[in-house]
């Protein structure tokens, strides 16, 4: 069974750091590219950051490319999120996606295949 496991949000004060978790299995990762998504309260979900699982480009938000980095483990079965710089319009859930092929966009939630259960990233002083 295909499953993305979100681990390590939280509170964090304005201009903090953190780093979110995706742990897949269920599937072969060397086919799939891996993402995340975030959804703030009254708002439509909208793309972070992804990975390609065939030659490992990332792909940015433009209005995040500085401040959050997408990684891998060498086996391709946790992907990490690092927040750098956080600010409160940062707050929401964050969701690990999977997509149906090794490339990936950030453009559009409706490309992903597959989603985690989301943890809450909270920023505030």
């Known amino acids: 069974q295909v499953q993305l496991v979100e681990t390590g949000g939280g509170l964090v004060q304005p201009g903090g750091s953190l780093r979110l978790s995706c742990t897949t299995s269920g599937f072969t990762p060397d086919y799939y590219a891996i993402g995340w998504f975030r959804q703030a309260p009254g708002k439509e979900r909208e793309g972070v950051s992804c990975?390609?699982?065939?030659?490992?480009?990332?792909f940015y938000a433009e209005a995040l490319k500085g401040r959050f980095t997408i990684s891998r483990d060498n086996a391709k079965t946790t992907v990490y999120l690092h927040m750098n710089r956080l600010k409160p319009e940062d707050t929401a859930v964050y969701y690990c996606v999977r997509f149906p092929f090794f490339y990936c966009s950030v453009d559009d939630p409706n490309e992903a295949d597959t989603w985690g259960q989301g943890t809450q990233v909270t920023v505030s002083a």
């Open positions: 990975i390609s699982s065939e030659d490992g480009k990332t």
